[in-house]
Nanobody, 121 residues
Framework: QVRLVESGGGLVQAGDSLRLSCAASGRTFSNYDMGWFRQAPGKEREFVAAITWNGANTYYADSVKGRFTISRDNAKNTVYLQMNSLKPEDTAVYYC??????????????WGQGTQVTVSS
């Protein structure tokens, strides 16, 4: 099973950028499609982005398309989320998770502790 640790969050102003990282333990990391989700206060956790096991295909929520980029480095067991042109509505705790598949975007396994992103206006 893959264990996940997110990092890179912080307090930024609208229009700024952040890059989140998700470090995974386990030799099978490269076998999994991976995704980023986020949860804002008082809201349900929502899908943000997904990437196939080999990095060949990526998928995004409409709300972040064109601003966020998901990538991965299987040699480093890490998946990234580059976030540009941040908006106050991007404020949330961000989580990475393994996916059953990018098609279903269904998470499985353990969630990490998340990393807080706060965007001030």
């Amino acid at each position: 099973q893959v264990r996940l640790v997110e990092s890179g969050g912080g307090l930024v102003q609208a229009g700024d950028s952040l890059r989140l990282s998700c470090a995974a333990s386990g030799r099978t990391f490269s076998n999994y499609d991976m995704g980023w989700f986020r949860q804002a206060p008082g809201k349900e956790r929502e899908f943000v982005a997904a990437i196939t096991w080999n990095g060949a295909n990526t998928y995004y929520a409409d709300s972040v398309k064109g601003r966020f980029t998901i990538s991965r480095d299987n040699a480093k067991n890490t998946v990234y989320l580059q976030m540009n042109s941040l908006k106050p509505e991007d404020t949330a705790v961000y989580y990475c998770v393994a996916l059953v598949s990018t098609a279903t975007r269904t998470p499985f396994g353990s969630w990490g502790q998340g990393t807080q992103v706060t965007v001030s206006s």
